[in-house]
Each structure stands twice: as C-alpha cells, then as structure tokens.
C-alpha cells in the first residue's frame, strides 16, 4: 500500500473536504427553512455543521496529540448533533435530508479514523 504525502494544510485532509462539502449542502438544505426557523432549528444546523471543519481546522495545527484529538473529539460531537438535526428536519417535514445523512455518516467515519490515528501517532 503506498503512503500518501503528508497534508501540509488542513485543506489537504479529504475529512476536512467531506465535512466542508456538508456544510455547503446543510446552507442549501436550510436556506429553504420556514421563514420562523431562520433564528431557530436553520441557525443551529449551520452553527453545527460550521464547527466540524472548523475544529478539523484548528486541531490540524495543534501541538502534541492530546490536543488536537481534543479538537477532533469536539468535531465528533457536532457531527452527532447535526445527526439529530437531520432526524428534526425530517420528522418536522422541512426538507429532503437523504443525500446529506450519508454525506455526515462518510465524515462520521473519516473523522473517527483521523482521530484514530492521531492518537496512534508517535508525536
């Protein structure tokens, strides 16, 4: 298995690009909320959603492993919240969530394995 250059920016990590096409996709979902949620449910989802690449972002130049999987743990728990956002929207009527729910499982997922080997790391 040949070894893939180390990222140089958190751009490079395809965790930090999966959970920022979610975010584009939670913009869209929400921008077609009621009129009443635009302070509510849309403004939590996107608060959500905008903190798992941000915290992808600021553990990537964290020093020392225990703080940036501290910044990766934060990101996991915005991925379970916007998992329950999902649920919301659906069960409230307001909006299709299919494509966005395995977008945020893929995250999920990279996200876990990211920390993983962080964690695993010898620095």
């Known amino acids: 298995m040949a070894l893939s250059k180390p990222?140089?920016?958190f751009q490079d990590l395809l965790v930090w690009q999966?959970?920022?096409e979610f975010v584009l996709g939670i913009y869209a979902?929400?921008?077609g909320f009621p009129k009443q949620e635009t302070y509510g449910l849309s403004l939590q989802m996107r608060r959500?959603?905008?903190?798992?690449?941000?915290?992808?972002?600021?553990?990537?130049?964290?020093?020392g492993?225990?703080?940036?999987?501290?910044?990766m743990n934060i990101a996991e728990g915005s991925v379970e919240e916007c998992r329950y956002f999902l649920i919301l929207?659906?069960?409230?009527?307001y909006g299709d969530t299919e494509r966005l729910a395995p977008s945020l499982?893929?995250?999920s997922r990279l996200l876990?394995?990211?920390?993983?080997?962080?964690?695993?790391?010898g620095s």
């Open 18 to 20: 999966k959970a920022h």
């Open 48 to 63: 959500a959603a905008v903190s798992i690449p941000a915290n992808i972002a600021e553990g990537f130049r964290r020093r």
């Open 29 to 31: 979902l929400t921008g």
């Open 105 to 107: 499982e893929e995250v």
């Open 89 to 93: 929207v659906k069960d409230l009527g």
């Open 112 to 121: 876990s394995a990211y920390a993983a080997a962080i964690l695993a790391s």
């Open 7 to 9: 990222a140089r920016t």
């Open 65 to 71: 492993k225990a703080d940036k999987a501290r910044f």
